[in-house]
Nanobody
């Protein structure tokens, strides 16, 4: 079955950096686009970044452009989110996502807290 396991979250000061990882299994990773979303309690989950299957194309939410970079390693079945210049407004649970044959699959999420 599809499994997505996020890691790399934590507490960081404003202006700091974190690198999130999402290890995927149960599907042919190299053939699917992957996405990162985030969610704050009481708000809808929002798309942060997405990347195509080969890693040649990516797209970002306006809030993430210029600060975040999504990448993937198809040999390791892993997608990454490098987050720089973090702001308190980036505090959220970050989720990895893949859309396969009409269904969304999610990991358990990893908490990112940006605070001094």
């Amino acid at each position: 079955q599809v499994q997505l396991v996020e890691s790399g979250g934590g507490l960081v000061q404003p202006g700091g950096s974190l690198r999130l990882s999402c290890a995927a299994s149960g599907f042919t990773f190299r053939t699917y686009a992957m996405s990162w979303y985030r969610q704050v309690p009481g708000k809808e989950r929002e798309l942060v970044a997405r990347i195509d299957s080969a890693g040649g194309w990516s797209d970002y939410a306006y809030s993430a452009k210029g600060r975040f970079t999504i990448s993937r390693d198809n040999a390791k079945n892993t997608v990454y989110l490098q987050m720089n210049s973090l702001k308190p407004g980036d505090t959220a649970v970050y989720y990895c996502n893949v859309y396969i044959l009409g269904a969304d699959y999610w990991g358990q999420g990893t908490q990112v807290t940006v605070s001094s």
